[in-house]
T-cell receptor
């Protein structure tokens, strides 16, 4: 596709449920990033993929968060047993390995009730 | 304070005026980037300045970088109402091979018609 796409656009869930967020990067981009943005705040780095491997998982806030990427393309971010503090916009970005510019998707707005 | 911190946090100007936003950071960088975000959704890359550059222009945007002071500024000339958005600086630190960007908390710019 022309840009990074994310689904769903919005997700409302109940506390304790699991959610899965999807990111489809720009075709050919080998690097993929997940960020979290709370209301009115900057971006918090979560995890980074180079191909299918994640050399940097340091940003995942707890063991309830996990992410995978298969086929060097689509990535899913899974949050288990969601908590109200998980409510935020989750942003995905991709970049060509040799480029420094990251291209962002529109984000998934997650609300945990 | 965190790496890549902008000031002011909020800025309100009249259409036609210039807007200046500043960014300070702490560690050595490969480059510094400025992004724009509308309505809490995806970020759009505006401009990248490398550590060996001092000034860069792109249309109505002018970015400066002072590595001795670890600071950067973004100037938007002849502002328009459509420039209303949040502006973030992001640093690509000198650390390993990961292209991890560290974002500041942003400046909310409001351009009044």
């Amino acid at each position: 596709g022309a840009g990074v796409s994310q689904s769903p656009s919005n997700k409302v869930t109940e506390k304790g449920k699991d959610v899965e967020l999807r990111c489809d990067p720009i075709s050919g981009h080998t690097a993929l990033y997940w960020y979290r943005q709370s209301l009115g705040q900057g971006l918090e780095f979560l995890i980074y993929f180079q191909g299918n491997s994640a050399p940097d998982k340091s940003g995942l806030p707890s063991d309830r968060f996990s992410a995978e990427r298969t086929g060097g393309s689509v990535s899913t971010l899974t949050i288990q047993r969601t908590q109200q503090e998980d409510s935020a916009v989750y942003l995905c970005a991709s970049s060509s390995y040799l480029q420094e510019t990251q291209y962002f998707g529109p984000g998934t707005r997650l609300l945990v009730l | 304070s965190q790496q890549g911190e902008e000031d002011p946090q909020a800025l309100s100007i009249q259409e036609g005026e210039n807007a200046t936003m500043n960014c300070s950071y702490k560690t050595s960088i490969n480059n510094l980037q400025w992004y724009r975000q509308n309505s809490g959704r995806g970020l759009v890359h505006l401009i990248l300045i490398r550590s060996n550059e001092r000034e860069k222009h792109s249309g109505r945007l002018r970015v400066t970088l002072d590595t001795s002071k670890k600071s950067s500024s973004l100037l938007i000339t002849a502002s328009r109402a459509a420039d209303t958005a949040s502006y973030f600086c992001a640093t690509d630190a000198v650390s390993g091979s990961a292209r991890q960007l560290t974002f500041g908390s942003g400046t909310q710019l409001t351009v009044l018609p």
